[in-house]
């Protein structure tokens, strides 16, 4: 179950640190692609701080799952993870009810299991 946690915290890390680069970094390029259709092309121009900011926060969530990797003292990790992935499966759970249903399964489906598996081991 250890194992299992550390994959799945690793793999929403990974998901939130390319979130961070998509938003931040790559927004008028790459953000077209990633989010064809739900914004008008236009739009990515004049959005450009506002995705920044949006991925400065997922940059901040990907630093809290990482930090997990590195406290020793298995209470405060525990605790740690569990907060940090409650903010991500929260946040994915809001974006999916106002924005994509997709986003459940790329953002909230994996926060929920590895939140379960940090409860449950």
Known sequence: MEILTK???GLIAAIHCYILWLE???WETEG???FKGALAP???KPTKTLAANQGLY????AAGLIWTFFIYDAFWKDN????FL?????AGIYRTVTASRKIFFIQ?????AALACVLLK
């Open 24 to 26: 931040m970094f790559a």
């Open 42 to 44: 236009e739009l990515f």
């Open 86 to 90: 409650s903010c991500v499966a929260i």
């Open 7 to 9: 994959v799945l915290i």
């Open 58 to 61: 997922n940059g901040f969530l």
């Open 80 to 83: 740690v993870a569990v907060f």
């Open 108 to 112: 909230t489906l994996p926060a929920l």
């Open 32 to 34: 077209k692609k990633a």
